[in-house]
């Protein structure tokens, strides 16, 4: 599942009930809230909730809410009548800190509940076992990390969520945006230190690929336009949206284009599968025959008889080759996405 999040430090407005019914319309199934951020007025929390659960049950979405201490109090709802809580549109509760493991056994045979999946240990596990908690309706949800150089270490976070999925629970993590980021760092919010100012897209295929990661929330307020349209053509299309430059106006025919990967990946490149037969015909000379560095366009010449005409995107530097012209750049934030282009993965090239 992707998420995103919603923050109620500030009036509810036109443009926060848009932005939950745009992502939604691209398929996007969760959202992310909290009760409790320190530097927050709590007394205010009551009405915008009401205005988010409103827009959240219109696009049929997922809400989870994370809480701590006197959080429900303020929203006029309460840990011993959870009833009431599944009632108000709340999906899920994510509990950080203060919150017995006896309540929230109870509380998972009602409603999903949020455990901070960082500090859940062996003996948590077997207190919920013994308090007969659903398993099913318990999350294990990292947390977000606002300062930089704090975000979780990778081989660590994944060593955690292999002991998360010996234990079949499903998992949930952060990814930054690149939009509008959240006050008072303004410095992303990632899970992982190494998604930190990363495309939100390829941070979201990392965590779900390669991290064992089940839901993916972006931490922070909102996403660019470009950002967008790449979760776009993933969700609604199954294509990965990269943004270039050409080197010359003359090769922008090759390069901004519908294309697929061939079927047999490739270690050292990402092949345009019918790029070869599109471009057969073509005269094409050599032409800045430089180095290929990580994120080049390339393009073979009449030096390659056999291969003239193939299209490449270079995911690790190569040396020139005269048979080989570089056409173009990969955006620098879109290069990361050239090792999530997999067997007959289907990618498009847009202008930067």
Known sequence: MLGFSIFLNDEWAQEKEDYVEKMAGIGFEGVFSSLHIPEDDPSKYSERLKSLLDVVKKSQLKLMIDISGNALKNIGLSLD?????VESGISGLRMDYGVEMKTI?????YITVGLNASTLTEDDYAELAKNQADFEHIQALHNYYPRPNTGL???WFLKKNRWLKSKKMRIGAFVPGDGKLRLPLFETLPTLEIHRYQNPLFSSLSLLRDFMVDDVYI???????QT???FFEYLCHQTILLHAASINEKYDSYIYNDHQNRKDVSRDVVRSEKSRMFNQTQDI???NTVIRKRGSITIDNNRYPRYKGELHLVKDELPSDEKVNVIGEIAEKDVPLLHYIEAGTKFKIDRI
């Open 81 to 85: 009548y959870p009833q009431q809580i």
């Open 105 to 109: 056994a109870n509380l998972s045979n």
């Open 153 to 155: 270490d990778e081989m």
């Open 219 to 225: 931490g922070d307020l909102g996403i660019t336009n």
């Open 228 to 230: 967008f349209d790449q």
């Open 285 to 287: 000379q050599p032409d």
